[in-house]
């Protein structure tokens, strides 16, 4: 399964126990579409939320024992949500976190941002640990850590894509605090004031990637092989994006070949 378009969905690939393709796929196609809605063609908002509201309105029909009436909803729950038994409340907050997505564009505080990250990319990682039969009070919350980090990653190295849509999410109170004003993103200039304000919001993505890599070590099989190539790949991207002296408006940091091979020796050998 590509991930070019969404970013921080766990690979669907042949990493993964073959019995978990199916209703990660199923899943994907869930949040793909869910995230489309609210971000991708020249929909108003007023056409985004009522699609999204379609939606909620499926998942309603499936809590109540009701057949959902789309195929996408159909094939969500015959291949993921009752073989597995899922919860349905991480697909609510999808749909929450993709309906905000299209209402809200500036987050004044870093805690509003990580609000958002709770119900944008943390529902995803819990839903893994519940089809691989993980759902302990620990590694969910480690999966939390490591899913914020990879939304708050993904972030900061499209700074100058997310501004092209309208969106800034790096906190108006972080800009304040390091002198960066959005006209400065608008020109795409990363002098040292907005590359010390980008170690400083990579550092805490790092810090969270790292309070939930354990996780990637304890998780057994295919599972935590793939979870191990998720975080390092992660790691990876910071290292760029350091690299690169924080210059993400000519430079957005990609895994090439390269990177990837590395990646996955280290994940195999745990490292």
Known sequence: MSVNHYENFPVGSIVLPRRLRKPTHAVYAFARTADDIADE????????????AGLRGELDRIARGEVPQTKLMQRLQAEALQPFGLPLQPFYDLLCAFGQDVQQKRY???????????????????????????????????????????QLINFWQDVAVDWQKGRVYIPQSDLQKFGVSEAQIAEGRADSAFQRLMAYECGRAHKMLKAGSPLAQTLKGRMGLELRMIVLGAQQILHKLEAGRYDVFNHRPVLEAKDWWVVVKRAVLKK
């Open 41 to 52: 063609g020249a929909a108003t908002d007023a056409e985004r939320l009522q699609a999204l």
């Open 108 to 150: 004044q505080h870093f805690g509003g941002l990580v609000d958002y990250c709770r119900r944008s990319a943390n529902p995803v990682g819990r839903i893994m640990l519940h089809l691989y039969g993980e759902h302990d009070a620990l590694s969910l919350a480690q999966s939390d850590g490591i899913c914020t980090a990879l």
